[in-house]
């Protein structure tokens, strides 16, 4: 299992430096501000953290049911962070700053209780497969907060990001 974890994360990294490289020759950095060079956890927290504050920036927060705090999920601080990963709405939210349009937060729940986490899971790799991503993540495995999916899912996201600007 270990050697198979080590597989996702390296083509993850693959897969995010040709992504990069594509839009740095087309002259388009890889994040909102600054291109990232060396992919590593923190770059991968830092720049999905950039994302959503931009988009905050631009945007406002989100008009959501009250229910749902959205404030205090805005940023993460390490991937181990399961009160803020697990409940998927720091992912809705990127994928929010990245394709507003494509998020009905009708839809979105609190994320409390299990059943909502997985609901809120399930909205966010529905939405993130249509949008274009490829993910390996299973919702039930987001919500459980497996450090390892929720490095790979966000990876993935900001793999979308990167090929939504070129």
Not at 6 to 11: F, V
Not at 106 to 116: C, F, L, N, R
Not at 139 to 158: C, H, M, T, V, Y
Request: glycine share 4%; hydrophobic share 45%; aromatic share 10%.
């Amino acid at each position: 299992m270990a050697f198979l974890w080590q597989l996702m994360r390296h083509h993850l990294f693959i897969f995010l430096k040709q992504v990069h490289n594509a839009n740095q020759k087309s002259g388009l950095a890889a994040g909102p501000s600054s291109p990232i060079n060396k992919f590593s956890d923190e770059n991968l927290i830092s720049w999905a953290n950039e994302i959503i504050s931009e988009a905050l920036n631009l945007r406002g927060m989100p008009e959501i049911d009250s229910k749902v705090s959205v404030e205090q999920k805005c940023r993460i601080k390490t991937f181990r962070d399961k009160h803020f990963l697990n409940d998927s709405i720091f992912y809705i939210l990127l994928i929010w700053a990245i394709k507003p349009d494509a998020i009905d937060w009708i839809i979105v729940k609190s994320g409390v209780v299990p059943e909502e986490r997985i609901e809120n899971a399930r909205y966010a790799t529905s939405v993130a497969r249509r949008l274009g991503a490829l993910t390996f993540a299973h919702p039930e495995d987001i919500a459980q907060g497996s450090a390892r999916i929720q490095k790979i899912f966000l990876g993935n996201l900001l793999g979308l990001n990167m090929y939504t600007m070129s």
